[in-house]
């Protein structure tokens, strides 16, 4: 019973609940070895050395968050509403593969204008990496679409752990950020191996299909999806890269490692959403029963968001020395501050999932594009000033104003 519970998709509830509870399940294991990544090569790489992989990371993403174009979430929906279900796969991963090979050499050419010399050491292993991730994370759409989540789960642990593994072996080798950039490297060669594996297992042949007017409806669709990437990344990566521009590479490990710490505690409203989503997608007729939902889920994200930031906010002067050293101990206001960002962007995820539910995807990338837009010159404004509580205040700031503007158009998109 309990097998059949947790490995078949017997009714919509159930299936809900089974894909959340692998999401979860996989995920906070894995979560919890990046978290155990962060703090270990933060506190041996130390600020200016953990300062320069991020910064490396966040450089390569001015490229790479062009990759996707929304293809894996059209996957998804439409995978639940139309009958070519075949077309659907094989066009997204023709797109999937045009985008990564032009995106590679774009960022072969990007390396020449890398000034940091310890991040040029780490470029080309983490483009490697980067490109294997984003195929895993096509095939990952494909377990979301066929309700499969367990597989997703699976490898997502995996990964986690064989970087971990292999990052604290490597570093007490050599502590160097070329060692963090191979474990990484390694785990997702790992990952990519098993997640097709997991694709075979489905009976899932997947195929190049150009097909100009599937292909058409795929870019037209996914551009404000892919939009939604870039003020994704205008929203939580050019702050690091602003702040290893005007300030040092010290304040960018100092800042990025609790960005990266806040990143990982929104894994949670993400996984449940990711769970919810299908679901979601398949009752856009039935406006009460979105109602209903709505509620229910706001309340227990904005409760959750507040509890965690208030539980974070008095630890913070001891679990920052305690796990990072007294080197962070910078990073302990930035902690203190910074985290209280939650508290609006968890609903502010979920409207977005509504919103797009309800394909209105557009009016929604109107408002986070102004907000981002605000965000980066807020930063640009700050950090040279303020440094690191520059982009706090931009990030938070611009939070808020993401919030109220989705929130009264989920009201009018459910109620009017």
Known sequence: MIQQYLFENLYPKQIVLKNTFWLWLGNILGKLCKLILILFSARILGPSGYGSFSYALAFLGIFFVFSDWGVGNILVRDYQQREDKKT??????TIKIFLLVLISVISILGFFFLKDIEARKIYFILLIFLILDHIKYFFFAIFKA???????????????????????????????????????????????????????????????????EKIKY????????????????????????????????????????????????????SLFLAALFPYLASKVNDILKIREITKKILLILISSAILISLILYFLAPYIIPLFL?????????VLRYLIWIIVFLFPTMFFDSILFAFNKQWQDFGITSFTAILNLLLNLITIPIYGMYGAIFSSILAQIVNFVLSYVLVHKTIYM
């Open 146 to 212: 066929l309700q499969k989540m367990e597989k997703e789960a699976i490898v997502d642990f995996i990964e986690s752990l064989a970087i971990l593994i292999l990052a604290i072996f490597l570093l007490i080798k050599v502590k160097s950020i070329i060692s963090l950039a191979l474990a990484y490297l390694l785990g997702g060669i790992l990952a990519f191996i098993i997640s097709k594996h997991f694709i075979n297992l489905l009976n899932i042949k997947i195929n190049f299909d150009v097909n100009p």
């Open 88 to 93: 659907i796969i094989d066009v997204g991963f």
């Open 325 to 333: 050293g007294s080197k962070y101990y910078q990073s302990i206001n």
């Open 218 to 269: 795929f870019l037209i669709n996914g551009t404000p999806l892919m939009l939604f990437g870039v003020l994704g990344y205008i929203f939580f990566t050019t702050d690091q890269l602003l702040l290893g521009y005007f300030r040092t590479m010290e304040e960018v490990g100092y800042y990025s490692v609790i960005s990266k710490l806040i990143l990982n505690i929104n894994i949670f409203p």
